[in-house]
């Protein structure tokens, strides 16, 4: 079922802009299909891409100790897990988890920031025991 880009702008977290551009000009990573004339996007492409962005968390976590979570294989200091700015896609595949996603979704966004050691008051807006739970609507 096509959707509309708008729609996917705010399940992914990016802007209508954002959408377009991975439409046009990054190989068919969002497949765009004409119903009635308007442009929408396929369900199809877009679940392509929340599985693509599930698939670069999960690399995250299995990173060895000493290189960048990111992906980028740099090696990093003791103790830490990124190099400075390498957290920013990350941080916000798991904002988009909590705003768009399914309860179980954001469940596991909580669960992966824990593990990345990424703050959730940074990450969500609430302290960790603050009583705050993002289950809440």
């Given at each position: 079922?096509p959707?509309?880009?708008?729609?996917?702008?705010?399940?992914?977290?990016?802007s209508?802009?954002?959408?377009?551009?991975?439409?046009?000009y990054?190989?068919?990573?969002?497949?765009?299909?004409?119903?009635?004339?308007k442009?929408?996007?396929?369900?199809?492409?877009?679940?392509?891409?929340?599985?693509?962005?599930?698939?670069?968390v999960?690399?995250s976590?299995?990173?060895?100790?000493?290189?960048?979570r990111c992906?980028?294989?740099?090696?990093?200091n003791?103790?830490?897990s990124?190099?400075?700015?390498?957290?920013r896609?990350?941080?916000?595949?798991?904002?988009?988890?909590?705003?768009?996603?399914?309860?179980?979704?954001?469940?596991?966004?909580?669960g992966?920031?824990?593990?990345?050691?990424?703050?959730?008051?940074?990450l969500?807006?609430?302290?960790?025991?603050?009583?705050?739970?993002?289950?809440?609507?």
């Amino acid at each position: 079922m096509p959707i509309s880009k708008s729609v996917v702008a705010r399940r992914l977290g990016i802007s209508s802009q954002a959408v377009n551009e991975l439409v046009k000009y990054k190989h068919g990573i969002l497949e765009e299909v004409k119903v009635g004339g308007k442009a929408l996007v396929s369900e199809a492409s877009v679940l392509r891409e929340i599985a693509h962005r599930m698939q670069y968390v999960a690399n995250s976590i299995e990173a060895s100790d000493d290189k960048c979570r990111c992906g980028c294989e740099e090696t990093v200091n003791e103790g830490k897990s990124y190099i400075q700015g390498h957290d920013r896609r990350i941080r916000s595949y798991l904002q988009t988890m909590v705003r768009g996603g399914a309860l179980l979704e954001r469940d596991i966004a909580v669960g992966l920031a824990r593990t990345l050691s990424i703050s959730l008051e940074d990450l969500f807006g609430f302290e960790e025991g603050s009583g705050d739970n993002v289950n809440n609507d």
